[in-house]
């Protein structure tokens, strides 16, 4: 693989190319805006940029890149205030450049291995998944067939990391495309109004595993995420509470989930659709909080019963003070308008710790467990209980 460093500082742009061949990429260095100029080819694969250098800085370059339409994954540097770290990062995403993420001088080989990483992981996926969505005859196709299923990820509580609840991920295992995410297939639904149907199912199934979970003496909750096009089934509290009452499930054990910045739309329709959904019991979770464009009016109007804090925050907070600090407003906001947090994204025990510190209830991700199906998630459950009860001990 092709990398070039764009960087005035020769020695440091040296121990990076050091770093990258032991990594197996073929590395150039440019030093000046000319150098540049000359080394640019569409052929590069990853492309690290110091932000701050004498004859162009680091936004030169990236618009450059964005106007050429260049592919290349992109690591920023520099020596400079981390916000403009921060800022560099946010530019691009804008402009939806490859970003893999930031580094602040002097950072250690392996902290740009950890990079590295990321992009050698995403090359992979975008070998193994297909990069446009389904037709709709496709989807429709899928719910005859019942190709779609729901995985679990666990919610632990954040200090002992007992199971408390489990968040139902849609999946769909095509025979053409293989094992797909719902990035793939819910913008086709929802736009042609086959979105209530997936809802339905996922609702069902959630629901109905609930109860078997229940039955088999796990005391948790199930959370399900529901798409914003929900909004149009004023019926849909009704529906919910005639499900969970069919299976013997209390509503309190049941999260419906809606993200930022979907919420900040039809705010009347919202607030109608969720007080009826809470008078009926259910919880509700703001996720990916930190991402919209959400007011602070806004939120407090609706009835909100746990908030999510996005994970690009949770999995920065160590490495970024800023981001760090966006999580903790956020958990202090949430406890002070009576809501749960939750900190989804967490990866490393680091992360876990700094989670606690800021008083997160409830995390998920990778370090726990990643999304697994019902029956696994039930031997996982035996295990983990396993292992907080010896750590208690």
């Known amino acids: 693989m092709q990398c070039l460093i764009v960087d005035d500082e020769k020695n440091f742009a040296d121990f990076i190319k050091d770093a990258l061949d032991e990594f197996g990429f073929q590395t150039l260095i440019a030093t000046s805006a000319n150098e540049f100029c000359q080394l640019y080819s569409c052929e590069l694969e990853l492309i690290i940029i110091d932000l701050c250098m004498p004859d162009m800085d680091g936004l030169q370059v990236l618009r450059f890149l964005h106007e050429n339409g260049s592919n290349?994954?992109?690591?920023?540097?520099?020596g400079q205030h981390e916000g403009l770290l921060n800022s560099?990062?946010?530019?691009?995403?804008?402009?939806?450049?490859?970003?893999?993420?930031?580094?602040?001088?002097?950072?250690?080989?392996?902290?740009?291995?950890?990079?590295?990483?990321?992009?050698?992981?995403?090359?992979?996926?975008?070998?193994?998944?297909?990069?446009?969505?389904?037709?709709?005859?496709?989807?429709?196709?899928?719910?005859?067939?019942?190709?779609?299923?729901?995985?679990?990820?666990?919610?632990?509580?954040?200090?002992?990391?007992?199971?408390?609840?489990?968040?139902?991920?849609?999946?769909?295992?095509?025979?053409?495309?293989g094992h797909l995410g719902p990035d793939v297939f819910i913008p086709i639904a929802e736009e042609n109004g086959q979105i209530g149907a997936i809802n339905t199912f996922v609702a069902e199934t959630a629901i109905s595993q609930l109860a078997l979970w229940n039955a088999q003496g796990l005391d948790m909750f199930v959370s399900i995420n529901m798409s914003p096009a929900s909004i149009a089934d004023v019926n849909m509290p009704e529906s919910l509470t005639e499900l969970a009452r069919a299976h013997g499930v209390s509503p309190e054990k049941v999260t419906i989930e809606l993200t930022e910045t979907a919420v900040m739309d039809d705010v009347a329709d919202y607030i109608d659709l969720f007080t009826r959904l809470r008078l009926r019991g259910f919880e509700l979770a703001i996720d990916d909080f930190g991402i919209g464009h959400s007011s602070l009016r806004r939120l407090v109007r609706l009835p909100f019963t746990k908030m999510k804090i996005d994970r690009s925050f949770v999995g920065a907070a160590s490495e970024n003070k800023e981001r760090f600090t966006v999580a903790k407003m956020a958990a202090m906001l949430a406890h002070e308008l009576g809501m749960e947090v939750i900190a989804e994204g967490v990866e490393d025990e680091k992360t876990l710790r700094l989670m606690n510190e800021i008083n997160c209830d409830l995390v998920q991700g990778y370090l726990i467990a990643r999304p697994m199906t019902a029956s696994d998630f039930k031997d996982w459950s035996t295990q983990q209980v396993m292992r907080v009860a010896l750590t208690s001990a």
């Open 88 to 177: 560099a990062v946010e530019l691009g995403n804008e402009w939806g450049s490859d970003i893999l993420g930031a580094l602040p001088k002097p950072f250690t080989a392996g902290a740009l291995e950890a990079l590295v990483g990321t992009f050698d992981k995403r090359q992979t996926q975008s070998e193994l998944q297909p990069v446009r969505g389904l037709s709709l005859h496709e989807v429709e196709t899928a719910l005859q067939n019942k190709e779609f299923r729901l995985v679990y990820q666990p919610l632990v509580c954040a200090k002992t990391l007992r199971i408390l609840g489990a968040e139902a991920l849609i999946r769909l295992d095509n025979a053409k495309y």
């Open 72 to 78: 290349a994954g992109i690591i920023f540097v520099s």
